[in-house]
């Protein structure tokens, strides 16, 4: 009798607490959902990819506002690309929360945009970013404390080459084709899908990589540089190198082979300003001499700068850009994602042969 009446008290003992009134399981469900958000709260910050967005609120709104007005120029017609916007939009914006005295510069969004097609995930494609940006963070810093320097050791190199003798000989002047392609990482002479195969080697050497990575690629269009019989066509052909459809391995081969000397040029190279660079930044803007905007532009600087150098080349020059400015123009945008047309080059009729470097044998990089 004690233990059935132990069973009906027991039994009754759980169906009240199982029939709570109203107020009852409102609060129950109160405690409940604090505390599941104390664990979610707890989990993200114990979690790698946290970030605070506290940062967030010191971002410089004109930033922003340049930023939106050069997005759709890094868009063009690329379907890569197009796909990508929003994620390099919030790459760059966590970018400025992070690393307010770097900030944003004109050319960023395509570097930003390299990284966005060749990663996974949006958290991987950011750090990468990051990562790359603290090691040549000079390229975009005010004054381009990085610019000159990679010019210079480019210089070294690039004298060596029959290429370059070519561009000399017509009055094309690396400060001409140089910085566009520097500060766009390539996305100017290189289509995408060949970039992103070679953006671990320039994560990993830095600024040599991209010294050694520019000499690589010019060399393998040596052939069609050398056809172009003036200046006009020269700068034509260096506009649309992209659309060759240079092998991403035999650039990293030829690259790897130019490290050696890049590093040891960089190593020579003092940051005395030679003049061969006439833009700066203002603020996130690339502006000329006489600060008008550079490279954001259907006519900015480049195409002023040119005109100067024109005075020192040839009358022929000048009137030559002020017929073609309208579609030169001094614009970053345009210069990295026309769609001009370029015969492509046929890989297998040549190879790239280097000088001896440091008593080693020359070496001669045929196509793969």
Not at 102 to 119: I, R
Not at 127 to 149: D, Q, S, T
Request: hydrophobic share 45%.
């Amino acid at each position: 009798m004690k233990a059935a009446a132990g069973s009906f008290q027991s039994a009754h003992h759980v169906n009240r607490r199982h029939v709570q009134s109203p107020r009852n399981r409102m609060i129950r469900a109160a405690a409940t959902s604090l505390a599941a958000a104390h664990r979610i709260n707890r989990t993200h910050e114990q979690s790698p990819t946290n970030r605070s967005y506290i940062l967030d609120q010191a971002v410089d709104v004109e930033d922003v506002k340049q930023l939106d007005l050069d997005l759709p120029r890094t868009a063009s017609g690329d379907p890569l690309l197009r796909a990508c916007i929003g994620r390099v939009r919030a790459m760059i914006l966590r970018h400025l929360a992070e690393d307010a005295q770097l900030g944003y510069c004109q050319g960023m969004t395509l570097v930003a945009a390299a990284f966005a097609v060749g990663s996974r995930n949006q958290e991987e494609a950011y750090g990468r970013f990051a990562a790359f940006l603290r090691r040549v963070r000079g390229l975009w810093l005010p004054g381009f404390p990085l610019l000159e320097p990679a010019m210079t050791a480019f210089g070294v190199l690039a004298d060596k080459r029959s290429w370059s003798a070519h561009l000399a000989r017509h009055g094309v002047d690396r400060g001409m084709f140089l910085p566009q392609a520097m500060l766009t990482l390539f996305v100017s002479w290189m289509p995408l899908t060949s970039l992103i195969r070679c953006l671990p080697f320039l994560e990993e050497e830095g600024l040599a990589g991209v010294v050694a990575l520019a000499v690589a690629i010019l060399d393998s269009v040596e052939p069609h540089l050398l056809e172009q019989p003036g200046f006009e066509e020269i700068l034509a052909a260096l506009k649309c190198l992209k659309r060759t459809g240079l092998s991403h391995m035999r650039l990293l081969g030829v690259a790897e082979a130019w490290l050696p000397e890049a590093k040891a040029a960089l190593g020579r190279t003092t940051t005395r300003a030679s003049g061969r660079i006439s833009i700066s930044r203002q603020g996130s803007q690339v502006v000329d001499e006489d600060g008008r905007e550079a490279l954001g532009t259907e006519a900015g600087s480049l195409a002023v700068g040119l005109e100067r150098m024109a005075s020192e080349t040839g009358a022929y020059l000048s009137n030559w850009l002020q017929s073609d400015k309208a579609t030169f123009g001094g614009s970053i945008f345009r210069w990295a994602l026309s769609d001009c047309e370029a015969p492509a080059i046929d890989q297998s009729e040549f190879s790239v042969e280097l000088p001896d470097v440091n008593g080693m044998n020359s070496k001669t990089f045929a196509p793969l």
